[in-house]
């Protein structure tokens, strides 16, 4: 049995927990705290702490999904975190802070492996893209399992802005639209994304994914199948967790 703990950086919630990378169980209840208003390295470094000082966890493995474009360890863009996260070396950063190993990845990219080891895109051949709809979108595609980092298909130029701006859940609850509306306009998003990619499954993720019988009788236009993820809220601390068996 290998336990790491996996954490996943949100823009509104930190949260935590000991995942076995055997079989993606959770072990005991997650952690969660919330995000600072000012989400600076050194604010969300002091709550990361907290959540590896809760789990006594110092000097063991520790996954962390985090809302960026994650190069070899750098972070390369910050869209729903402080800016002063660009260009850090994450991974150096992290380890020296929290002195653990750290494993830096996206956090669409950790909940997609998660879905890719024990969810809904396990054993599925060909193109599968998981959107996760959130605060922004953020994307993880796989060609025959294997995952393409950092797609970020919430930001594809669309209509006046980008697709996040429209389709994430975060537009759904800003603009009061009703599921049809949303639906709509992120079967609109799907369509937009299969035009470019030709997926063979789409899997919906995030916090919304749980109520994607609401919506989903206005995903019918595209020619991909399209699927709530099955591990829902804890995709991204699983996947974080999973990263370290990511070659
Ligand atoms: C970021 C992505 C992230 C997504 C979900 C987007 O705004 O650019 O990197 O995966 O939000 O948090």
Redesign the pocket.
């Known amino acids: 049995m290998s336990i790491i703990l996996g954490i996943d950086v949100?823009?509104t919630g930190i949260k935590g927990n000991l995942v076995d990378t055997s079989n993606g169980n959770l072990v005991g209840e997650r952690f969660k705290l919330p995000t600072p208003d000012v989400s600076t390295p050194q604010q969300v470094t002091k709550v990361l702490k907290e959540i590896i000082n809760y789990f006594n966890w110092k000097g063991k493995n520790v996954g962390i999904g985090f809302?960026?474009?994650i190069s070899k360890g750098r972070i390369l863009?910050a869209?729903?975190i402080d800016n002063d996260w660009i260009n850090l070396d994450g991974e150096k950063f992290f380890e020296k802070e929290l002195k653990a190993k750290i494993k830096l990845v996206?956090?669409?990219d950790a909940a997609g492996v998660a879905e890719l080891y024990f969810g809904a895109a396990k054993d599925k051949k060909g193109t599968v893209i998981l959107l996760?709809l959130?605060?922004?979108?953020?994307?993880a595609m796989f060609l025959n399992g294997k995952l393409i980092p950092?797609t970020?298909l919430?930001?594809l130029k669309y209509k006046k802005g980008i697709t996040?701006n429209y389709a994430a859940n975060s537009a759904r609850e800003r603009k009061k639209m009703s599921y049809k509306e949303w639906g709509k306009e992120l079967q609109n998003v799907l369509l937009y994304i299969e035009h470019i990619f030709s997926p063979d499954l789409f899997i919906i993720g995030g916090g919304v994914s749980k109520h994607f019988n609401l919506y989903s009788k206005y995903l019918t236009a595209t020619k991909a199948e399209i699927v709530p993820a099955k591990m829902r809220n804890d995709a991204g601390i699983i996947g974080a967790a999973m990263a370290f068996k990511l070659k």
């Open positions: 949100g823009a809302p960026s474009i863009t869209t729903n996206n956090d669409a996760t959130g605060t922004g979108i953020g994307s950092n970020e919430g930001h996040e």
